[in-house]
């Protein structure tokens, strides 16, 4: 036995300090129900952790699948909301352009002249006075646009023109001509006239209202007006939009008569204490002309006649016109002053001598009168 051992270098006796296992005290059992060992059980752990992961990746597309089926239906509900907006916004347009087409309409079907002039009581700034198919528009005046906007702007922008030179200020007048015309015509002089009036030698007859009656009803200024031979209103309305045409007597004896027909827009601006009264000449061949009477045509016929509600009434007017008659520069210079005083005095005499109802567009004669031509 002892040889045994030699031969195979095993020790009898063991070392005093090594520990010697006991097997009888092992329990077998606890071997079979073990915990795996490291391998495996970490090899168990990835196979939870894929578990796990896949179970998450599920659970995620199921919720994107939700999310998705969220999103879509609360995208549909924003579709159908957005529908909703766009066809409200849509009927709005709808009723926008009906509300347009309507007033488009009724502004081509407004009670309009012979000749398309704009009878309706009312009309706005923007709307137009005159048909753009009018007959009555001439050809040097094809690019104007005849509302009371643009008319307003049209004699601002030729009043306030450079180049005007002074002929007279005096006696409350001022004359200014500009030799070289407008943009509707560059060939005939542009007259710019401001006058002011005092009111208390108008006595009653001191609102504009009344002057402008004066100035424009026919059957009143032929009875200060003695230039004038004949006025006829020959389309449309007085108190508006008419044409008028007005036969001058000769201003010497070895000239012709001079007539003019005109179509002529009177309105007041939104504060209601300026009236615009603006005219040109319609084409010759619209109204034949008289035998022996030579045809102006005005270019050019604004006047403006404001109130400051100061002590004067404050006229403005611009000028342009062919009087078919060769005038030199000093005539025009000399003679326009003094037929223009002449002509804002014999006004105010007739208004300050009448008694006039501005409800009945009426003169009212005294009884004086009455008795003195009896």
């Not at 060992?37 to 168990?44: E, R």
């Not at 896949?54 to 509900?77: M, P, V």
Request: charged fraction near 30%.
């Amino acid at each position: 036995m002892k040889l045994f051992l030699r031969c195979f270098r095993c020790k009898n006796h063991p070392k005093k300090n090594k520990k010697i296992i006991d097997l009888s005290k092992i329990n077998f059992r606890s071997f079979i129900n073990q915990e795996p060992n490291i391998q495996n059980k970490n090899s168990l752990n990835l196979i939870d952790q894929n578990k796990q992961i896949n179970n998450n990746k599920e659970n995620k597309n199921n919720n994107i699948e939700e999310n998705k089926r969220d999103i879509l239906i609360t995208d549909d509900d924003n579709k159908g909301e957005k529908e909703e907006k766009i066809k409200k916004t849509n009927e709005s347009l709808i009723t926008e352009e009906d509300k347009n087409n309507e007033n488009k309409e009724n502004n081509e079907n407004i009670l309009c002249s012979k000749y398309g002039l704009n009878l309706n009581e009312n009309i706005g700034f923007d709307i137009p006075l005159l048909k753009t198919d009018s007959p009555l528009i001439s050809d040097f005046e094809k690019n104007i646009i005849f509302t009371k906007g643009n008319l307003m702007e049209l004699f601002d922008k030729y009043w306030n023109l450079d180049k005007y030179k002074k002929v007279w200020d005096k006696d409350n007048l001022i004359i200014e001509i500009r030799s070289e015309g407008t943009d509707i015509n560059d060939e005939f002089n542009l007259i710019k006239i401001t006058y002011k009036q005092l009111k208390s030698n108008l006595k009653e007859n001191s609102d504009i209202q009344s002057l402008i009656d004066f100035l424009y009803i026919p059957s009143l200024r032929l009875k200060w007006d003695k230039v004038l031979k004949s006025l006829e209103v020959l389309d449309g309305d007085i108190h508006s939009n008419y044409v008028l045409s007005s036969w001058a007597n000769s201003p010497a004896f070895f000239m012709s008569e001079r007539d003019n027909i005109e179509k002529k827009f009177i309105f007041k601006n939104k504060e209601g204490n300026t009236f615009y009264v603006i005219s040109s000449s319609v084409p010759v061949d619209l109204f034949p002309m008289q035998k022996d009477i030579v045809r102006i045509t005005n270019y050019i016929n604004y006047y403006k006649v404001e109130d400051y509600d100061d002590d004067y009434i404050y006229f403005y007017s611009l000028n342009q016109t062919d009087f078919k008659m060769p005038l030199p520069q000093f005539v025009i210079n000399v003679t326009l002053p003094t037929t223009t005083k002449k002509w804002q005095l014999d006004l105010e005499k007739f208004a300050s001598e009448i008694k006039y109802d501005k409800n009945s567009k009426t003169i009212i004669e005294n009884n004086n009168d009455k008795d003195e031509s009896k």
